[in-house]
């Protein structure tokens, strides 16, 4: 059997004391010794991302009956001058050309409105944005 050992209170506060200060750590700057200034460190760069390319736009279509018309993210980067089919719709498609300016405009998020070409007697406007 183990002896139980009993500490005074004076003991116990000296040991208290001697723990707390067993885990101070002391530092000496360069500077302290006469040495350069200290500085601290020069974080690395902040690498800059590749920008991802814009997502999708899909066309608001006037006196819609069935059309969608989608430019993908991709035609959006690339930014040279597409026509864009608008999908079947009561059995008939519509284009409309979408210029590289346009492109840049809907890049930066801005509305643009083109008239389609006319098929089955009628056109619509085709909005991006």
Do not use: W
Request: hydrophobic share 35%; with cysteine; proline share 6%.
């Amino acid at each position: 059997m183990q002896e139980v050992k009993t500490l005074d209170r004076r003991t116990f506060s000296l040991e208290a004391a001697l723990a707390i200060l067993s885990g101070v750590v002391i530092t000496i700057s360069a500077g302290a010794c006469g040495g350069s200034s200290y500085s601290s460190p020069t974080p690395p760069p902040t690498p800059t991302p590749t920008p991802a390319p814009a997502g999708d736009k899909s066309a608001t279509i006037s006196n819609n009956h069935g059309h969608t018309a989608t430019i993908t993210g991709a035609q959006v980067t690339a930014g040279a001058a597409i026509s864009v089919e608008l999908t079947l719709g009561s059995g008939h498609t519509h284009t409309v050309d979408i210029s590289s300016a346009d492109l840049t405009a809907i890049a930066a998020n801005q509305r643009i409105s083109h008239e389609s070409t006319n098929n089955s007697g009628h056109s619509h406007t085709v909005t991006f944005n």
